[in-house]
């Protein structure tokens, strides 16, 4: 909390006069004529209010406080009198309010000290009005309030743009940042990434990769989380975060598919990680979610062997080719389960059918294709190979 006692002389107000043009409404005029030769209490009246407003960490200095309530007064005092605002006065709510931003003030406090304004005027009129003024005073409550009212809006809609540039900024300093760490940075540069991104070098990371139209989804739901970190390269996204136990992705599915690495030991480990993830991304099966090493490796593991011994998966596919497409899909779906959960009574369980069914198929399978998913060197070229399978179209 910003404090200052109501006699504080931090700040020294500008010295102004008080405009003595001849005036078409002379009892309000002066009436605001008094007060202006009472700003230094009024001033003293909102710094003792401004005592009770909360600017959290925001470091705001004392006299820069006292300052803008001394202008703030006469900027008020000169607009109700129907002056001409000087030029630093006209200014006076955009510099106000891009100075607050800057400084880390929250809006909703800094907007609960500038309405502050309207009740120290108005006691303020209501003290200087006397018997022979108070009639006017209530004529002009209106006008009083209008006028705040007006410098509340401008507040506000300065502080919103400055805002919003200092976060487009902060945004772009970060994603320069990020492309650095993704072009492997140097380790004297993680540092500096670190602190910018608010972790530690130290940490563990989990890390997404998601591609095609998840993109867009990825974006949504993740845009304006503080804990997620998001880098686009090449039509990719990737975002990570520190881990945490009871709220990692993986128990808490995103809402879109990626390619997920659970673990990167380390800020300098994620662009391998998430070079990790965009390969898991990229074979995900139909239906899934989140690509896991467990759930793609088979995918993953078919795609290079095919690049350095093509065909080398022909006979198993040549094999399913000649079934019907009803047995052809109960011997896949027996291999896959049992290959999972290498037990014939938990794939008996997960088919809902008998367990000689079960084994039943698995002979069948092999007659079929040549290898035996009971072996496991055979089991792993049958999965391997039955992985990128795609059955003829009909």
């Known amino acids: 909390m910003d404090t200052l006692p109501p006699t504080s002389t931090a700040g020294k107000a500008q010295v102004r006069k008080f405009p003595q043009s001849p005036s078409t409404e ?20 909102f710094l003792e209010r401004f005592q009770a407003v909360s600017y959290d960490e925001a470091l705001v200095p004392e006299e820069d406080i006292y300052q803008t309530a001394a202008d703030s007064m006469d900027m008020f005092l000169l607009q109700l009198a129907g002056a001409r605002l000087p030029p630093d006065l006209q200014a006076l709510p955009r510099a106000v309010a891009v100075r607050r931003a800057r400084q880390g003030v929250p809006l909703n406090a800094f907007l609960e000290a500038v309405r502050n304004d309207f009740r120290v005027l108005w006691k303020g009129l209501e003290r200087v009005a006397r018997e022979d003024r108070m009639d006017v005073l209530v004529a002009n409550m209106d006008r009083l309030l209008d006028t705040v009212e007006g410098y509340v809006s401008s507040i506000q809609q300065a502080f919103a743009e400055e805002e919003a540039l200092l976060a487009r900024n902060k945004q772009l300093y970060l994603q320069r940042l990020l492309t650095r760490l993704f072009d492997h940075a140097n380790p004297s540069d993680l540092p500096d990434i670190a602190s910018a991104l608010g972790v530690r070098i130290t940490d563990t990371f989990e890390v997404l990769a998601v591609t095609g139209d998840a993109v867009t989804q990825a974006v949504q739901q993740y845009e304006s989380d503080r804990r997620t970190f998001m880098f686009e390269k090449s039509g ?23 390619g997920y690495i659970p673990k990167a030991e380390g800020l300098a480990a994620v662009p391998k990680a998430a070079s990790s993830a965009l390969v898991l991304a990229t074979h995900l099966s139909p239906g899934t979610r989140l690509g896991t090493m467990a759930d793609t490796w088979m995918g993953v593991a078919a795609e290079m062997l095919e690049d350095s011994l093509p065909d080398f998966a022909a006979p198993v596919w040549n094999a399913l080719d000649k079934c019907s497409p009803h047995e052809r ?43 035996d998913l009971t072996v496991p060197v ?17």
């Open 329 to 371: 899909q109960r011997l896949l779906d027996v291999a896959l389960s049992y290959g999972r959960t290498g037990s014939v009574k938990l794939t008996s369980e997960e088919l809902y059918c008998h367990r000689n069914t079960v084994v039943n198929r698995l002979n069948a399978l092999q007659e079929l294709i040549g290898l």
């Open 236 to 258: 990719a996204l990737y975002l990570f975060r520190v881990v945490r136990k009871e709220q990692t992705w993986l128990r808490k599915q995103p809402d879109f598919s990626a």
């Open 26 to 45: 002379p009892d309000w005029t002066e009436l605001i004529e008094r007060l202006w030769k009472e700003r230094d209490t009024l001033v003293s009246d």
């Open 378 to 394: 055979q089991a792993a070229l049958a999965l391997v190979s039955i992985a990128r399978y795609e059955p003829p179209a009909l």
